[in-house]
């Protein structure tokens, strides 16, 4: 099966709170990252956590870990149109190798 | 600050002919990295270069793929002959050497997407 599984698509409305889920196969991994990717865009880091932490707060995205059923989720506060965009999770290893979700489009309607 | 630079954009070439995409990273990042981005999938690792050495090559079609980097700067990923299915957005990163237990954030560029028809 998959490393790193993600649900396709999330639709979710301006002002409300948009949750994208990740599920990954290799307990080795030390940071778990979440990605944005805009059309025609690379990727830019939107934040990541440390394996021995249960939770990141950055401003309006919260990161929750739970390492013994190896899910990560990122939500994002007070979602906006701006927001709307392919969201990668990619935990990896020590040696800075990461492995990809096919990734979630999230769309944000007015 | 500059970041990752790549060339050219957009590429439409036909089967079994050859491509080649240029990548220049962020200054003083020793270690570069090309991915592959299929449509509707994640990026995945190519090869892992630090400075002019490959650390993880372990993903790449060697038959027909090939990457360089010299001089451990600039890098050129190579395609011979290509197929339908080379078809993707070809992303090139670069950060500084992590070591254990450090972490360094890759610095993605914008992508060459290539089509192969």
């Known amino acids: 099966g998959e490393d790193v599984e993600q649900s396709l698509f999330l639709s979710v409305r301006e002002g409300d709170s948009s949750v994208i889920n990740c599920t990954y196969t290799?307990?080795?991994?030390?940071?778990l990252y979440w990605y944005k990717q805009e059309p025609g865009a690379g990727l830019q880091l939107l934040t990541y956590?440390?394996?021995?932490?249960d939770m990141k707060q950055d401003q309006r995205l919260t990161v929750l870990l739970n390492k013994k059923d190896k899910h990560l989720s990122l939500r994002i506060a007070d979602t906006q149109t701006g927001d709307s965009a392919i969201y990668f999770c990619?935990?990896?290893?020590?040696?800075?190798?990461?492995?990809f979700g096919a990734g979630t489009r999230l769309t944000v309607k007015p | 600050e500059a970041g990752v630079a790549q060339s050219p954009r957009y590429k439409i070439i036909e089967k079994r002919q050859s491509v080649a995409f240029w990548c220049n990273p962020i200054s003083g990042h020793a270690t570069l990295y090309w991915y592959q981005q299929i449509l509707g999938q994640g990026p995945k690792l190519l090869i892992q270069?630090?400075?002019?050495?490959?650390?993880?090559d372990s993903q790449l079609p060697k038959d027909r793929f090939s990457a360089e980097r010299l001089k451990g700067v600039d890098s050129t990923l190579k395609i011979q002959p290509a197929k339908l299915e080379d078809s993707a957005v070809y992303l090139c990163a670069s950060s500084l050497t992590p070591a254990v237990g450090q972490r360094y954030e890759q610095y993605f560029g914008p992508g060459t997407r290539l089509t192969v028809t």
């Open positions: 290799d307990s080795s991994s030390t940071y």
């Open positions: 990619a935990p990896s290893g020590d040696n800075n190798d990461m492995r």
């Open positions: 270069f630090q400075n002019n050495g490959v650390v993880d």
């Open positions: 956590i440390f394996s021995n932490m």
